[in-house]
């Protein structure tokens, strides 16, 4: 899984898939359930998505996947089709009167039409981001913006420029599982099709998002290397707080300037302890006074 950049310069999850890829026809006995559970990243969601739309009776499945940079939605992984059927699926993110967008915007599952009388029909299930409870960041900040929330309470046309979270910034996913009908497939086939999907996509969500915050871990510890390797190199004392003044980093200068002086005794020390937490603390008080200045805002010191 590669990532991209959303708002605030996050990193987010996304589908590393350049090109079709054609699943292994080895179909697996294991149930559904406990297959697209044992995955342990988001792109092993599709390939056994598939295996199991094969196995309920239709003949072809495929995944077409938005990519929201280049504004396209493009198949990414298949099974039973050939790259010549493949290619005439590509279609602009904005094309609203093709079909298959047209599903996706609508977010409702849809039999397509053959293009020619001795063709078949295919079954359309669109994939979002979306869930029940607010990420973790809407959460803490009692936000109702976040994007799996509102995406799984849409009312309207599903808004592909608006797929990137407002309250952690993780850009979402979007794709179409589309599957061939067969001669004779019946209403309790594509009722368990919508189940497969449905638990799949549930799956992914979850998946999706652990991978954002992985992401975002990987991406904070490089900027902590980086600016602990600045401090460093700075030859007066610098000390990095978070917002309750615990020491996050500091420079080699800072703990000579901050360290016990020899023989000093216990008291001394939680002396000491003590007049750095509140240095610490009047230098941060000093920062946000002079931010809350910056933007017109009164706060009391902390």
Not at 74 to 79: E, G
Not at 104 to 117: G, R
Not at 191 to 202: P, Q, T
Not at 236 to 262: C, G
Request: with cysteine.
């Amino acid at each position: 899984m590669g990532v991209s950049r959303g708002v605030g310069n996050m990193a987010s999850p996304r589908f590393q898939a350049k090109s079709e890829v054609l699943v292994p026809a080895g179909l697996s006995k294991q149930s559904a359930a406990l297959r697209l559970l044992s995955a342990e990243r988001s792109e092993e969601i599709f390939p056994i998505l598939l295996e199991e739309i094969v196995n309920l009776g239709f003949p072809k499945a495929m995944i077409l996947e938005v990519d929201f940079e280049l504004g396209e939605v493009k198949p990414t992984a298949s099974l039973n089709f050939d790259k010549r059927e493949l290619d005439k699926f590509r279609a602009s993110l904005w094309a609203s009167e093709n079909p298959i967008i047209s599903v996706l915007q609508n977010l409702n599952p849809s039999i397509l039409p053959a293009e020619s009388s001795n063709g078949q029909s295919l079954y359309a299930y669109p994939m979002v981001y979306r869930s029940r409870t607010r990420c973790w960041e809407a959460e803490r900040q009692r936000r109702k913006d976040c994007l799996a929330m509102q995406n799984f309470r849409v009312s309207r046309k599903l808004p592909f420029e608006e797929q990137v979270c407002a309250a952690c910034g993780m850009r979402a996913y979007a794709t179409l599982v589309v599957a061939k009908l067969g001669r004779n497939t019946n209403e309790a086939q594509l009722r368990e099709f919508r189940n497969l999907a449905e638990r799949a996509n549930g799956y992914l969500a979850r998946l999706f998002k652990v991978e954002h915050y992985y992401n975002r871990m990987r991406d904070m510890e490089v900027t902590i290397s980086r600016l602990r390797a600045v401090m460093q190199s700075m030859p007066d004392p610098v000390i990095l707080t978070d917002n309750q003044h615990r020491v996050i980093i500091q420079n080699r200068a800072a703990e000579r300037f901050f360290r016990f002086p020899e023989g000093v005794s216990e008291g001394g020390k939680r002396a000491v302890e003590l007049n750095n937490l509140l240095f610490s603390a009047a230098l941060s008080s000093m920062v946000v006074s002079a931010t809350c200045r910056r933007d017109g805002r009164r706060r009391s010191p902390v």
